[in-house]
């Protein structure tokens, strides 16, 4: 039933409610909505005579009556159960304010839809009185729900049940037939069959001119890329938005919903805009030029809306039919019969009615002459400026004036700026001081003589050897013009990233041969993250400096000009990886990186599967040269989903990036890498899926879920686990096994038994505690032992014992060059290692565990002391700052608390409690104090705030270190895996970490570098075997500070979706 069909003024609700009373009494069947349920109508007779009409001078097909003062009903002819179904669909999946629907039917060609009655007013009623804050507060709380709905996508383009299109483009004038268009599967069909024909339609006899065919061919054209097919609420305005004070409570009048092209949401709502301020506060959320095309489309079709070919002669005058208002909202416009010249709706809103005569638009300049005049501008604008640089420098450089003009165009940067090594001279000569270390002096790294040309891969684009770092120059304001530091000493540091520190984590590879000047000019802000990193290894003050200015350049890239790039993902990570830590732990960024740079990876596309033609890939062979921009993209998304698995396991919260297909193929892209780098990260991340997996069985990757785990069930997800690293040990080439490889296995295995004690979550306020995660000593005495525990529980702590030790083992292995050069990241591995061991001795000392295990076998105070000397002998003094920062964690702080315990349990005085083989005196031990050993280095004294802008040249330090064996004999132009020698595997070794006896096991042989002075402590083999239906849980028994119980009940079956463990 249509609108067309109806003549004269608006039904009245009495005529509305002896229709139903007709209706009813015909015993016609009543057809609910599909979303509601089969019953009786929820509304009488009797209550719709006695409702109060909201809108009694509604001229559409329907009334809107209030039942009570929580309830209305929206009943009439024009009413449609697709408005019941779209908001359900609203409420269901997102958080836009939409009235509730109790229940949705019709009955004959009358709609019943009984829904919640939202408070407040309409904004129209309001607008006038709103001040200019509330009103663009009102736009942005808009656009927030647009773009919210926006996201739901349909099948087809059409209405939410797949019928006809309501687009406002095929609803003709009043005046003209009623038609009705769609659905439509594609967008080309929505254009062509759709918009095309509703053009087509609107022309006298139904046929194009000539004159149509411009607008015909773009409109053909228009979104061929974009099939998306959008929720769209299609008859936007002020007058269906329900506010309450400032707060937009509701969306109302959803009749006209559907999926459909994403520019109609805002073409409706713009075109139907009626006051000035509202269309100018609406146009700052619109798209402006997809706007005016529409606007040009439903402007021509209304043009020749109700003419005929038979129309020979038309007065000059001619009006049109409709007022303005009337034509911008596309209703009828009936005439008012008390009033001459004026409708009935202008009538009752007190509106001037204006009809104009027809006016053809101006035709919009395309988009080809605009770019010609625009680069005609361009080109004026270059000669200019380069007159008048060669006019400036005509006094230094007579004979240039004899040079031919640049026929390009282009500014000689060159010959204006100068050579990079004045630029660097000037500003080291203005004697700024910069409070670096003394022995920081210019030096050239032994790594960069003597290699010969290496081929760049294609992602690093312009990166050859005739590189000219004087051409093209960046433009200044970066580290290197400023003078904080020269050019000579960033090509040392980039240097020693590349050969040093890039093995560590792999995630961003570049060519062995990439200089400082080349990836400056091409990746400038990836460059100052590698400097920085670099420093850090170096010099403390120097990497403060550098830090602060990769922050300040991050943020007014990303926060502030809102880049995004893989670019700045990359950077991100490399700072988060070596992240330069604050001086107050509550200043730490480590989670929000981390989250950016999973966010921007989301946003740019790299976690989603490329779009690759079928004919392309079909033609694959074996001789494709490898995607090297596909493996950086990779390493990118797979380091972003690595960093967020590791925050989202230690703070129960979800991880944004999920591992997905795609993000497999990009493992296995990896794998198929010809460098060693790359097949070194795949490996790596297949321990990362392990750990993730094991996290799911446990039931943590559902952060919401509260329900307690049974032993049997910890035990047969740590057996399954055991398992499964032990497949990865057997499989991974010896060759693979570097130290932070070895470093990220033990580290895993820690994560998981820390996890299956219930210890593994971090509380968020535990940074601002005084000794962080470790238990809070009490002051009142002894504490009694708990009940006694079962024997699973007891071997899990065990064996979470074990991996500590084995992990701080491989630790104290290292050598010292090793240690200043690890960044960060590696060290929050062994801190975890550091503290775990303490907080098994802190139950050793208080709890039931104590009976079973002995406060010599923990061996807590050997371990403190051992990683104080180490920390002490890598700190330098307070010259390099990770090591620094982590001897006060373990040295000061950690010693503190163990001497704490062992006085409040034995009676006896500090460092009573380290038990080992040997005296006391052989290892050094530390002072409580927290004073750092003494070195031949001299320390740094930053008191001082060093200025980030001073000018003073930076030097390099002598005898940085020399490249690691092997890397001569690298043939793709990758960088080899540095650091210490491999590590083999012991085959005699058959049953992994989980079972072993003894330190050194998992290796036949160890680096170099720490020798322990006290024989290590003796690992305890687990005494219980995995036998959960023969041992039943105990109760009691739980570890101080555990935050996962671990006895209750869960139903048997498969956990959380993941694959069945065995034997489970």
Known sequence: MHEDSRVGSPPSKWDLVNYIRYVLSSKIDTRFAPSMRHQPPSVTLEEIQSAKDLCPHSMGGCKILEINASTILKVGPMV???????????????????????????????????????????????????????????????????????????????????????????????????????????????????????????????????????????????????????????????????????????????????????????????????????????????????????????????????????????????????????????????PNPSTPNQCQRCAKGKKACVFVAPQRRRPRKRTDSRVAQLEKEMRMMRSLLKDRIREESEPESPEGSEDSPDESGEMDFHDHLGPLSETSASAAASGRFMDYSPEFVNTAHPGMGGSGPLSAPPSMSGLHMNFSPDANRPPPEDVIDRGIISLEDAEQLVAFFLHELASFFPLVVLPSSTTAAQLRQTKPILFLSVISAAAISIDAGLAGVLNREMVRLYAERFFIEGEKSLELVQALLIMIIFYYPPNSPLKLQFFQYTHIASTMALEIGLATKRRVSKKKSDRKNRHEPYDELLAEQ???????????????????????????????????????????????????????????????????????????????????????????????????????????????????????????????????????????????LDEDGNRPLGPQMSAIRIDINVKWMNAAHELLDAVLTCSVDTMRRMPNLTYT??????????????????????????????????????????????SGGGKYKIPSRWYHVVAVKGRDWHDRLEKRYTGGGAGE???????????????????????QEQPVHLEHPVNPSAVDSFAVPQGLPHM????????????????????????????????????????QTMPGGYQPTHPPATTVAPQFGYDPQRMPPQGGGQMPGTGMELDGWLPDGSIFGMPPLPEF
């Not at 050997?862 to 920390?871: C, E, I, P």
């Not at 005296?919 to 070195?935: A, E, F, H, N, V």
Request: charged share 20%; proline share 5%; glycine share 8%.
């Open 80 to 334: 449609q159960m697709e408005e019941a179904e779209a908001l359900c669909l609203l409420r269901k999946t997102t958080s836009v304010p939409v009235p509730e629907v109790f229940n949705a039917y019709t009955i004959a060609n009358i709609g019943f839809i009984w829904m919640s009655k939202i408070p407040g007013a309409t904004l129209e009623q309001c607008w006038q009185d709103l001040t200019p804050d509330a009103k663009s507060s009102m736009v942005r709380q808009l656009d927030v729900f647009i773009q919210e709905w926006r996201q739901i996508e349909g099948p087809l383009f059409g209405s939410i049940d797949g019928g006809p299109c309501e687009d406002i483009l095929f609803q003709h004038s009043w005046d003209a037939e009623s038609r009705r268009y769609g659905p439509f599967l594609t967008r080309r069909e929505f254009n062509n069959k759709g918009v095309v024909e509703a053009l087509r339609n609107s022309r006298p006899n139904a046929q194009l001119t000539k004159r149509d065919e411009p607008l015909v061919n773009r409109i053909l054209v228009s979104g061929a890329q974009d099939e998306r097919r959008v929720f769209t609420h299609g008859d936007l305005h002020q007058s269906n938005i329900i506010v309450d004070g400032n707060v937009i409570t509701g969306i109302i009048d959803w009749g006209a919903a559907g999926y459909s092209i994403s520019a109609r949401e805002y073409f409706c709502l713009r075109w139907q805009a009626l006051d000035l301020e509202w269309m100018d506060l609406v146009s700052t959320i619109l798209e402006v030029d997809e706007y005016e095309f529409w606007a040009e489309v439903n402007q021509s079709m209304m043009d020749y809306t109700g003419e005929s070919s038979s129309a020979q002669s038309v007065p000059t005058q001619q009006l049109n039919r409709s007022c303005e208002s009337c034509r911008s909202l596309k209703v009828r416009c009936l």
């Open 634 to 776: 990779a390493r990118a998304v797979l380091g972003c989903y690595h960093l967020g698995s590791t925050v989202a396991m230690k703070t129960r919260r979800p991880n944004l990036l999920q591992f997905n297909d795609w993000m497999n193929e990009c493992v296995q892209q990896l794998e198929r890498s010809p460098h060693r780098t790359d097949q070194h990260l795949a490996i790596w991340f297949e321990l990362q899926r392990i750990t993730d997996e094991a996290m799911s069985s446990f039931g943590l990757d559902d952060t919401s879920a509260s329900s307690p785990l049974t032993e049997s069930r910890v035990q047969a997800v740590l057996r399954w686990f055991d398992k499964r690293m032990e497949a990865w040990r057997k499989n991974t080439p010896t060759d693979m096994l570097t130290v932070p490889m070895i470093l990220e296995y033990r580290s895993a295995v820690l994560a998981m038994y820390e996890l299956g004690v219930g210890e593994g979550y971090r509380d968020p306020d535990a940074i601002k505690m005084r000794y962080y995660t470790l238990p809070t």
């Open 829 to 874: 591995r062994f801190g975890m290692a550091m503290t775990s061991l303490l907080k098994i001795h802190f139950s050793v000392r208080t709890g039931a565990l104590g009976e079973v295990v002995t406060p010599e076998t923990v061996n807590a105070g050997y371990y403190l002391d051992a990683m104080a000397n180490k920390l002490g002998e890598a």
């Open 913 to 935: 409690g380290m038990v080992s083989g040997g005296s006391s005196t052989d290892t050094k031990p530390m002072t409580s104090t927290g004073q750092l050993p003494s070195s």
């Open 964 to 1003: 690691p064996p092997g890397m001569e004999n690298m043939r793709d132009g990758y960088v080899a895996m540095g650091g210490t020698a491999m590590w083999p595997m012991d085959e005699s070794h058959a049953h992994g970490h989980s079972h072993g006896h003894g330190h050194g096991q998992f290796f």
